[in-house]
């Protein structure tokens, strides 16, 4: 697909029949959600790193929406969508494995006492249960003996964005979205578990790809392949 510019065109990555079909798909679910939801999506082609559709929003003239924010490039609370690094760092420690057993319970860190979206506690899972359902308690656990600043290093060394109050340390809530980040880049991220571990340059236009960039590792490989093999069984 090329877009247009003053004096000429401008090639893209984007595949126009994709991109209209997704812009569709957005607009719908969003009106089936209730007015002032907007939705984002962004599609990567995980062999070439090229980006196939980059739906901003539900409209650029709809201003209930917020239509003329690019909520692909805006910055938003990731909400739980780290979890699966922080369960790809214990698998790297050799802390965890997918059927090891692990605790979801009430559990207090000072004044802060995490609890599950769906306001219950499960008892003792697997680590794979616990992410496929994206438990919080199991997360923090891992998160706590693994260091939050050891998790925002690995994302921001992979060339992810990762925002955190000034001065101030990483702490666990940097796992359940307590920070500040782009979707462009946790698709940036999500790539390296289709890639053994490492991350693809996102490549907007035919004339990015030349030369190509050098991979940035996020995880070992056998990390990434069983972080993968574990998401494929998620609601």
Do not use: C
Request: proline share 6%.
């Amino acid at each position: 697909m090329a877009g247009t510019r003053a004096g000429g065109i401008v090639p893209t990555t984007i595949n126009r029949g994709l991109q209209e079909r997704l812009e569709a798909l957005a607009r719908d679910r969003s009106a089936t959600l209730g007015a002032g939801v907007s939705a984002a999506i962004l599609v990567i082609d995980n062999g070439t790193g090229e980006v196939r559709a980059h739906v901003g929003g539900t409209g650029y003239f709809d201003r209930a929406r917020a239509g003329q924010v690019d909520l692909a490039l805006a910055i938003r609370s990731p909400g739980s969508t780290l979890k699966p690094f922080i369960y790809g760092l214990g698998f790297e420690d050799g802390l965890v494995h997918p059927e090891t057993l692990i605790d979801d319970r009430a559990i207090r860190y000072g004044a802060y006492a995490p609890e599950n979206f769906d306001d219950t506690f499960h008892g003792t899972v697997t680590v794979r249960t616990a992410l496929q359902q994206s438990l919080n308690v199991p997360a923090l656990q891992l998160l706590e003996t693994l260091g939050a600043g050891r998790l925002v290093a690995r994302l921001r060394s992979a060339g992810a964005s990762l925002i955190i109050p000034r001065e101030t340390a990483p702490g666990l809530a940097v796992g359940l979205g307590g920070g500040g980040t782009r979707l462009v880049d946790l698709a940036h991220l999500y790539t390296a578990l289709a890639r053994g571990g490492d991350t693809a340059t996102l490549i907007w236009q035919p004339a990015d790809a030349l030369p190509p960039a050098k991979p940035r590792r996020l995880l070992e490989p056998a990390a990434a392949w069983q972080v993968a093999d574990v998401l494929l069984g998620a609601p």
